[in-house]
């Protein structure tokens, strides 16, 4: 159990690393504990999500654009 | 206006692109031109500009990737003052236990969001300000969409050593765009 056990700081470092790498069967258990009884991680999930969903929307900007 | 003048005329369009993949002058002119030589040779009638730019911007990204791999020593060594041993991860001041200080802010809802060209070109501008090797490797993954092990063997690269850059990097915009766009919209 102890071995699940991921503090805030690790928590976001994960965050940040599953946008370039596959994490391991060990870290994506952890974090989804984590999740479960963090108040303040969900939301800087919410920015890396938010960041990759913004980047996506630049990619396809970069290749047709005119917006407004 | 001839096909050879509607290219002539989104050079800098793609050279823009070109440098914020390359950050290099040289390498990045050589692409365009390259770019454009490329065009040329095999014209096409598109339907308007954005399908033409759509299809420029995919020649762009092979003489960009040709031009990485190229120069694949220099595109990736890092010089003294880009090697600083701070995790940008410590902007947030974690407390001794691991735990956040602050709250991260509330970004919005990703899914609602729809983006402005004026959020691109912050978004632009933070990742122009990333460290050179920093920011190719970053534009490697999020424009030019290679993975991480097409990176690693284009560049000779370590996948952890190509960790830790992208783990920068993807901070340091995080950073970047919470201080002059989302910050600002809240206010």
């Known amino acids: 159990m102890a071995t699940f056990m991921r503090t805030c700081r690790e928590v976001a470092a994960l965050l940040v690393a599953r946008e370039d790498r596959a994490l391991g069967l060990a870290d994506r258990l952890a974090l989804r504990m984590h999740m479960a009884i963090c108040d303040t991680c969900p939301r800087f999930e919410r920015q890396m999500l938010n960041l990759r969903n913004s980047l996506q929307q630049w990619r396809n900007y970069t290749e047709s654009d005119d917006l407004a | 206006m001839s096909f050879a003048q509607q290219i002539a005329d989104l050079r800098g369009y793609l050279l823009k692109f070109a440098h914020l993949q390359l950050r290099n002058e040289a390498w990045a002119e050589d692409a365009v031109s390259e770019t454009i ?151």
């Open chain 2, 37 to 187: 030589l490329a065009a040329l040779v095999k014209p096409q009638s598109f339907g308007n500009r954005s399908q033409l730019k759509t299809w420029l911007v995919g020649i762009l990204k092979h003489k960009v990737i040709d031009a990485l791999r190229h120069h694949s020593r220099e595109v990736s060594s890092t010089d003294h003052a880009e090697n600083d041993d701070t995790d940008p991860l410590d902007y947030f001041a974690f407390q001794a236990d691991g735990h956040f200080t602050e709250t991260p802010a509330d970004w919005g809802d990703p899914q609602q969001q729809l983006r402005s060209r004026q959020f691109f070109e912050i978004l632009e501008a933070c990742v122009d300000k990333l460290p050179p090797v920093q920011g190719r490797l970053f534009l490697m993954r999020e424009w030019l969409e290679l993975s991480s092990e097409e990176i690693c063997k284009d560049l000779q690269l370590t996948p952890t050593n190509l960790y830790v850059q992208l783990h920068r990097a993807r901070l340091r915009l995080r950073e970047c765009l919470e201080l002059n766009w989302f910050k600002k919209a809240s206010m």
